[in-house]
């Protein structure tokens, strides 16, 4: 199995600007996790689907954060417009969710945003 | 709410000999689940080892064993015969199996640091 894969690796983007980072879970899994890591908050969860539905976005910074899953192999998260304080690495994980399952994390997206 | 504290910021183990990181966590919930992942300098976060709350027998996966105290909520991971390559970020997590979904909580993280 390829893993989960999330491209791309690494973003630089300027304030204002547009991003979208991509993830590809693995084929079977059910729930598909974004998660940001930055040295102050550490490994926080943004959103979660189960079965391509959101089930908790109480994470997600605010509105100009938003995250689909329009079918079980394709998930993306948007910033619009980006902000410095967005520069962190976002990872996407998956699993089979019956709570006991652990969860496989992709190599995750550095974003810079200048 | 639930809660992971990593106590350790920093360890330093010499190699071949083992290595306990501590964990402890806080959760109103009856059914949870513990998870170790391992973070490299080079960035992924690869899994180790899991405990549900009700496994009875301390969970073990290769040189890697978790000694869970539920009464005192602890899930400590024990590393044995270190490696130069086992120096990484480790985070211990949990999940509630019911009430909390899917959402992993993780602590700080311990950073491990192997002599030769």
């Known amino acids: 199995d390829a893993g989960v894969i999330q491209s791309p690796r690494h973003e630089v983007t300027e304030m204002g600007q547009e991003v979208t980072l991509r993830c590809k879970p693995i084929?079977?899994?059910?729930?598909l996790f974004w998660y940001r890591q930055t040295m102050m908050r550490g490994l926080e969860l943004l959103i979660y689907?189960?079965?391509?539905?959101?089930?908790?976005d109480s994470g997600m910074p605010e509105d100009r954060f938003s995250a689909k899953m329009p079918n079980a192999s394709f998930s993306t998260l948007k910033i619009q417009p980006s902000e410095p304080r967005d520069s962190a690495v976002y990872f996407c994980a998956s699993s089979l969710d019956r709570g006991i399952d652990e969860q496989y994390f992709g190599p995750g997206t550095r974003l810079t945003v200048t | 709410a639930q809660k992971i504290t990593q106590t350790q910021p920093g360890m330093f183990v010499q190699e071949k000999e083992a290595v306990t990181l501590d964990c402890t966590y806080d959760t109103s919930d009856q059914s949870y689940g513990l998870f170790w992942y391992k973070q490299p300098s080079s960035g992924e976060m690869i899994f180790l080892i899991y405990q549900g709350s009700y496994d009875e027998q301390n969970a073990t996966e290769g040189r890697y064993s978790l000694n869970f105290q539920k009464a005192r909520k602890s899930a400590n991971l024990v590393i044995s015969a270190s490696q130069l390559g086992d120096s990484a970020m480790y985070f211990c997590?949990?999940?509630?199996?019911?009430?909390?979904?899917?959402?992993?909580?993780f602590g700080q993280g311990t950073e491990l640091s192997v002599k030769p």
């Open positions: 689907f189960n079965n391509n539905v959101p089930i908790d």
């Open positions: 084929s079977g899994h059910n729930s």
């Open positions: 997590a949990m999940r509630g199996i019911y009430n909390q979904g899917g959402k992993l909580i």
